[in-house]
């Protein structure tokens, strides 16, 4: 039987005959919690669930096979999750449950390695994992929280909500209680010199910020904090394109919550238990479950795009940044739907975005560090026309030539990169629809010479 394992469609798990629904779920979760530890370290990987009338086995297989060091490192995953299978004893001694069983890796020949002797070795094991893997994981959680009956227990809340609880912290612990902290690729020092050239008015941040925070994790840093920043910039400058392509190259995946809609602090500190339908909040889901098509990490980019915009009516939906953006005390933040879960939020890389420093407040500023984007203009803003129109065509996936007129030049220098964005695609239809797959001038002409003076809803 194929488990189907959220997130890893593609991931080979076979399991034992004959469990019920409710171990199939834990099988479930186990499998994604070894799933997301394995694929920084290896591409290829299948697993094989096991188990005894005392014990819980994982056989892995990968090409190539894990180290020892590798193998060991996956243990406490096995473990963390023992509460999940009734059937297994919680205070066995090692001769009645076979610690050393949860792991018999396997070479990609098949042959498998003896883990004899493993379980008496725990001090040693967990040495090594301080070595290996904790240099490049963060705990954001609690590792308390593998019991979390005895957490519920504590907590003065009813009855629905400890049903939540109970749920989430499933959930929690099917990742596990640490988190990946992001790690730049090889061709990083490349990556930024393409965003420099795709974004000229940001190379003050790259400079600044990025580098200086990417060149610590590269030489092995074992906590590092990006900075909070703050975009200020007309509308249509490319802060938030910016911030999207930024989290793209560092591959965490970027998490956008628009301010000016907030109405209070719920997409940040989740709603209170007080609510029957409280929810945990947008930055606690990336944070323990990942954002979509991403696995979870330690420091993933949340943009906060237009702050100088929020509504304090009644609400401020600003309330739990100033918490937030603090390292100190982000590492204790704890979500309102949640009582009593502390998560670190410490290595979040925040970018937020305004037009108008002015609106912003004091205790804001005084935790971001501020650049102002200018639009460009002439030559620059050509050759981003230039590399907006190849990624563009790149979106549509159609075969289409990238060349851009250098006549437009003159009608470019005007333009936004937002408007630029939005005139290019109507052009490149415009052409697909004469029968082209090239531009020519008269496609673009019309379109940037346009004005965006009327009202909204009459062309």
Same mark, same amino acid.
């Given at each position: ?20 629904? %409710? ?36 056989? #892995? ?19 963390? =999750?023992?509460?999940?299978? +009734?059937?297994?004893?919680? *205070? ?15 070479? /990609? ?21 301080? /070595? ?47 988190? +990946? ?20 008015? $940001?190379?003050? #941040? =790259? ?40 989290? /793209? ?31 945990? *909040? ?28 929020? *509504? ?39 970018? %937020? ?8 407040? /004091? +205790? ?28 563009? #065509? ?5 075969? $289409?030539?990238?060349?851009? +007129? ?17 005139? %290019? ?14 531009? #020519? ?13 009327? *009202?909204?809803?009459?062309?």
């Amino acid at each position: 039987m194929k488990l189907p394992i959220p997130r890893f469609p593609e991931l080979s798990v076979v399991l034992p005959d004959g469990d019920d629904a %409710l171990t199939l779920e834990a099988y479930q979760m186990l499998a994604v919690s070894l799933a997301i530890h394995l694929s920084g370290r290896r591409a290829v990987f299948a697993l094989e669930l096991r188990r005894g009338p005392l014990w819980l086995g994982v056989k #892995v297989h990968t090409t190539p096979a894990l180290s020892r060091r590798e193998r060991q490192s996956l243990l406490p995953l096995v473990r963390n =999750l023992e509460f999940m299978f +009734p059937w297994m004893p919680k *205070s066995a001694q090692p001769d009645e449950y076979r610690q050393a069983e949860p792991l018999e890796p396997s070479t /990609e020949a098949g042959t498998e390695t003896n883990a004899e002797g493993e379980a008496s070795m725990e001090a040693f094991v967990r040495s090594l994992i301080d /070595e290996d893997v904790d240099r490049r994981t963060v705990q954001v959680f609690d590792p308390g929280l593998t019991d979390p009956a005895a957490l519920i227990q504590q907590l003065p809340i009813d009855g629905e909500s400890r049903q939540k609880m109970q749920t989430a912290l499933k959930k929690i612990l099917a990742y596990g209680t640490t988190r +990946p902290r992001s790690q730049p690729d090889h061709s990083w020092l490349k990556d930024l010199e393409t965003l420099r050239g795709e974004f000229p008015g $940001f190379t003050a #941040v =790259l400079d600044q910020v990025v580098q200086p925070h990417l060149s610590l994790i590269a030489a092995g840093a074992r906590r590092v904090r990006m900075p909070p920043i703050l975009l200020v910039g007309p509308p249509g400058v490319g802060k938030t394109a910016f911030a999207r392509r930024l989290a /793209e190259m560092l591959g965490t995946g970027c998490l956008n919550i628009d301010m000016a809609s907030a109405t209070n602090g719920a997409a940040l500190a989740g709603s209170s238990t007080f609510w029957s339908n409280s929810q945990p *909040s947008q930055l606690f889901n990336a944070i323990a479950y990942g954002l979509p098509g991403r696995p979870p990490v330690a420091d993933p980019v949340i943009v906060l795009d237009e702050i100088d915009k929020v *509504s304090t009516d009644r609400y401020d939906p600003m309330g739990p940044l100033y918490t937030l953006l603090e390292e100190e005390t982000a590492r204790v933040f704890e979500d309102q739907s949640l009582p009593g879960i502390v998560f670190d939020a410490s290595l979040i890389r925040w970018i %937020l975005t305004a037009n108008d420093i002015r609106r912003i407040p /004091e +205790p804001i500023l005084s935790r971001v560090l501020v650049y102002e984007i200018e639009p460009p203009s002439g030559n620059a803003m050509f050759s981003i026309a230039q590399r907006m129109l190849e990624s563009t #065509v790149r979106e549509l996936e159609i075969h $289409f030539q990238t060349r851009l +007129p250098r006549e437009l030049a003159p009608l470019i220098g005007d333009q936004t990169p937002r408007t630029l964005k939005v005139r %290019l695609e109507l052009a490149v239809g415009a052409a697909m629809s004469a029968g082209r797959n090239y531009l #020519v001038l008269d496609d673009l002409t019309t379109l940037f010479r346009t004005q965006t003076k009327l *009202s909204m809803g009459f062309v």
